[in-house]
């Protein structure tokens, strides 16, 4: 195992899953909410403005975590990094998924016609997300933090000049 390279890879895999979690929340808690207070008249406007600007935000996340997390998923030891890796990536697969199945075609009907329940229903599902997400989270910090600890990571080094 290239454990430097694995461990710069992590890294950047745990900076991308906290952007999203970060995301995620604000969408859930903020955002998504405070669009019932958008005038019916304007909610299609609204809705477009909002997924032409959220894209530049959450693509490049989402693939940068995809793409880190399907790389580290065969280049971890096959031991219990790799099944976490595989495990966070059945996390972003339910994302994935639901992304796709769920929360892309609420927003289109959105856009197409404002109603309350499909607003109601996209702030309810959206909690797969920010749940699967969070988990997510989670074992990112747990592997991320066990690797430092068995590898020595994040110890400093001493100077061997020194008396």
Not at 84 to 92: A, I, K, N, S
Request: proline share 3%; charged share 15%; glycine share 6%.
């Amino acid at each position: 195992m290239n454990t430097s390279k694995n461990h710069r890879l992590l890294v950047i895999h745990v900076v991308a899953t906290f952007v999203m979690i970060g995301v995620i929340w604000l969408v859930q808690l903020v955002h998504y909410p405070l669009m019932g207070f958008v005038e019916e008249a304007r909610f299609s406007e609204f809705e477009r403005s909002h997924r032409e600007r959220i894209i530049w935000i959450v693509a490049p996340a989402m693939l940068i975590e995809g793409a880190t997390g399907a790389w580290l998923s065969t280049s971890m030891p096959n031991d219990w990094r790799r099944g976490l890796v595989r495990f966070g990536l059945v996390l972003l697969g339910v994302i994935w998924i639901s992304t796709l199945f769920i929360q892309i075609p609420l927003h289109d009907a959105l856009q197409t016609n404002f109603l309350a329940s499909d607003l109601d229903r996209l702030v309810a599902t959206n909690w797969i997300r920010t749940i699967a997400w969070s988990l997510r989270g989670a074992l990112c910090v747990y592997l991320l933090v066990s690797i430092n600890e068995k590898f020595g990571l994040c110890q400093p080094k001493r100077n061997a000049n020194k008396n």
